[in-house]
Nanobody
Framework: QVQLVESGGGLVQPGGSLRLSCAASGRISSIYGMGWYRQAPGKQRELVAAITSGGSTNYADSVKGRFTISRDNAKNTVYLQMNSLNPEDTGVYYC?????????????????WGKGTLVTVSS
């Protein structure tokens, strides 16, 4: 069974920085796209940043120039460096990954989600 485990969330003051990590574990063959989504209170989940297996990235307009997504394929881990945080960045941040893994005796490609990590930007 594949698991995505996020870490790095917490409380930070406006203008501060946080680095989120998400590690995938299990009987993994390949990890394709990976990404970070967030859900603010009372709002729908939205894409924050994504990265392909080749390293191409895309970002939500609201975070361009402030957030950087990266991945370490050897560690099956994706990161989100968040700088110049503001209160509008508050929310639960979820890791997402498109993974081929062994399930029983069958290799399956599935879209997985982590359980989320809370980021609160407040003074």
């Amino acid at each position: 069974q594949v698991q995505l485990v996020e870490s790095g969330g917490g409380l930070v003051q406006p203008g501060g920085s946080l680095r989120l990590s998400c590690a995938a574990s299990g009987r993994i063959s390949s990890i394709y796209g990976m990404g970070w989504y967030r859900q603010a209170p009372g709002k729908q989940r939205e894409l924050v940043a994504a990265i392909t297996s080749g390293g191409s990235t895309n970002y939500a307009d609201s975070v361009k120039g402030r957030f950087t997504i990266s991945r370490d394929n050897a560690k099956n881990t994706v990161y989100l460096q968040m700088n110049s945080l503001n209160p509008e960045d508050t929310g639960v941040y979820y890791c997402n990954a498109d993974i081929t893994s062994l399930q029983g005796r069958v290799w399956r490609r599935v879209d997985y989600w982590g359980k989320g990590t809370l980021v609160t930007v407040s003074s």
